[in-house]
C-alpha cells in the first residue's frame, strides 16, 4: 500500500524542497576582506555620466573623426544602422565592461544603447590614431540576415 503512494509523496517532498531553496535564495554574497568593510562587484554595463565628452578607461569620446570597417559597414546595412545612430551611441551609449577585447590589434570597446529608432544596438569602437575605428554593429533585439563575412 505504501509502494502506491510513494512517487506522490516525492513530488510533495520536491516541491517543499523547491519552495524553501526560492524562499532562502539570496542571490550572490558580496566579497570580504580581511578589514570588515563590503565589496561588491561592479555591474558589466555601468550608465554614462552627465558629461558625454569624457574619456573612461582609455576610451575617448570626444575622438569623433569615425572610420568604418568594411565589417562595419556590412554590417551596418544589413542591420539597417546609419552613421547618425554611431554616432548617437558612440556619445551617449554605456560601455559594456565584460565584453572589452584587448588583443594584438589593440583594445576595443562595445557600446550599448537604444537609437533614435528605437533599436537595442552595441557598436564595437576601437581607438587608432588617426580617428576611432568603427568595428562592428550589432542589433541586440533581431537577428537580421546578412551574407558579411
Excluded at 569623433?64 to 551596418?76: E, P
Excluded at 544602422?81 to 548617437?88: F, L, P, R
Aim: glycine content about 4%; hydrophobic content about 35%; proline content about 6%.
Amino acid at each position: 500500500m505504501f509502494k502506491k503512494y510513494l512517487p506522490f509523496l516525492f513530488l510533495i517532498a520536491s516541491a517543499l524542497l523547491f519552495i524553501y531553496v526560492k524562499m532562502n535564495q539570496v542571490g550572490v554574497a558580496p566579497h570580504r576582506n580581511n578589514n570588515t568593510t563590503d565589496h561588491f562587484t561592479i555591474p558589466a554595463v555601468l550608465p554614462p555620466s552627465e558629461n558625454p565628452n569624457r574619456v573612461e578607461d582609455g576610451f575617448d569620446r570626444r575622438n569623433n573623426h569615425l572610420l568604418y570597417s568594411k565589417h562595419a559597414r556590412c554590417r551596418m546595412e544589413c542591420r539597417h544602422i546609419d552613421e547618425s545612430e554611431v554616432k548617437e551611441i558612440l556619445e551617449s551609449g554605456t560601455i559594456n565592461y565584460s565584453k572589452i577585447e584587448d588583443d594584438g590589434r589593440g583594445k576595443s570597446f562595445p557600446l550599448e544603447g537604444v537609437t533614435h529608432d528605437k533599436q537595442h544596438v552595441r557598436i564595437v569602437f576601437a581607438p587608432k590614431d588617426d580617428g576611432m575605428l568603427v568595428v562592428t554593429c550589432i542589433d541586440l533585439d533581431r537577428d537580421w540576415p546578412c551574407e558579411c563575412r
